[in-house]
């Protein structure tokens, strides 16, 4: 058999790994194995490797170098940042405010706070998936101890109105952390001027390895450690560092927030002609998220009268990766959870389709995606008798 052709647009999952990075780790994996933690000459050199990587995360976010941590990835910044400081503020208060649209690193974390005897508020969205800063400023009790508003949703694509809310925690004297996994490298970032606190990001998401993020804490901000051991991260966060790792996110991060405008205009020129082409194509779609507001390469659209499910394993056939909201996907019973705190009815939230763009496409994806989706929900419309039912009174 040929090498089929692929076509990547699931890019919100995870993105391959760029040249330059893969070039940049790569001695890390081998002569350059020292433990940063010795102090013979090799692992000076790694020691001046994660420091130097630590200063291209600090850059890219306005942060100064002192307040970057490495970690093992989005979760565990997310895991950190909610449980330290939860636990750090325990005497002051035990209310938590998130939204109902965090990602699970978020949410079920929040959750597993709750049965330890914390308070939880999920805060609602509208249609767009938007959270409300009169909503979050209304939230805000005597016992409130956290914030946690992730910066752009990763199903729907929805960018929240991060400097407000952080604004608003500010003036609480809340601690504002924000899941930035999404937004790195598509937004700018400056921890300062938007009053944020903390801030989860993860490599993978940005074409640098997959295992390897960090936790942007504020200078003097109390929180408790999550990973216990070592005295690495300056006595945070234990655990001999992900030396290639760290290295390849330093690379990563600095490739991603190099020109933002510039990758944006690109991904953001395909990302229209595929949903203008879909729109034009089928009929009886609903585009989830918010029409201006929302990342350059996302596209979340939902089909009526389709599974998403049946919908993914016809285009992995014609080799087209790509997501879904519906429930069979996720394992779970209940479809997205974004989907549904957006108030889309659960039939239609079943036939939704999630496309995320990225440096791997091109026009020709693009049109070949075109080409090939219409018919496909096209065949399975006419499998569905809900669409006959429609069709035919
Ligand atoms: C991917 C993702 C995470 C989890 O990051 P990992 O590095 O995979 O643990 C957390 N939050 C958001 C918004 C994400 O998209």
Redesign the pocket.
């Known amino acids: 058999m040929a090498d089929k052709r692929i076509i990547y647009m699931d890019h ?3 993105t391959c790994v760029r040249k330059e990075v893969l070039e940049a780790m790569a001695p890390y994996h081998a002569e350059r194995f020292g433990n940063p933690s010795s102090i013979y000459s090799i692992a000076r050199e790694s020691k001046k490797a994660v420091e130097a990587a630590r200063g291209q995360v600090a850059k890219a976010l306005g942060a100064d170098p002192d307040e970057i941590y490495f970690t ?5 910044s ?1 895991n950190w940042a909610i449980k330290g400081v939860a636990l750090a503020n325990r005497q002051k208060g035990n209310h938590i405010i998130t939204t109902k649209i ?2 699970h ?2 949410l079920h974390t929040c959750q597993y706070l709750e049965k330890e005897g914390f308070r939880v508020t999920y805060l609602p969205v509208d249609r767009y998936g938007l959270v409300s800063p009169a909503d979050l400023e209304k939230a805000i009790t005597d016992t409130t101890i956290l914030i946690s508003v ?1 910066y ?3 199903e729907i694509g929805t960018i929240e109105p991060i400097a407000e809310l952080g604004a608003i925690a500010k003036k609480h004297k809340v601690p504002f952390h924000t ?1 930035a ?2 937004a790195i490298g598509n937004i700018p970032i400056d921890v300062k001027a938007q009053d944020i606190d903390l801030l ?1 990001l ?4 940005f074409y640098g390895p ?2 390897v ?1 960090a936790l942007y804490i504020r200078k003097g901000l109390k929180v408790h450690n999550l990973i216990h051991g070592g005295g690495q991260e300056r006595r945070r966060r234990a655990g001999t560092e992900n030396l290639a790792g760290i290295v390849g996110l330093g690379k990563a991060i600095e490739l991603a927030t190099a020109d933002i405008e510039g990758h944006n205009q690109t991904i953001r020129a395909l990302r229209d002609r595929l949903l203008k082409g879909i729109q034009a194509r089928i009929s009886d779609t609903h585009l989830n998220g918010h029409p201006e507001k929302r990342l350059p390469g996302n596209i979340n659209i939902s089909f009526e009268f389709i599974e998403g499910e049946s919908l993914l394993l016809w285009l992995d056939d014609e080799g087209i990766c790509a997501s879904t909201g519906s429930a069979c996907s996720s394992g779970s019973l209940e479809p997205s959870h974004v989907l549904m705190a957006t108030g889309l009815p659960v039939e239609i939230s079943h036939g939704s389709l999630r496309l995320t763009l990225g440096d791997a496409n091109t026009v020709a994806d693009v049109d070949f995606v075109l080409g090939v989706l219409p018919g496909i929900v096209a065949k399975l419309r006419e499998m569905s008798p809900l669409y006959k039912g429609k069709k035919g009174g």
């Open positions: 919100s999952a995870t093992s990835g989005g979760s565990e997310d965090e990602h690193a978020v992730m752009a949703n990763n899941d996994v999404q989860s993860s490599a993978h998401k997959k295992g993020g």
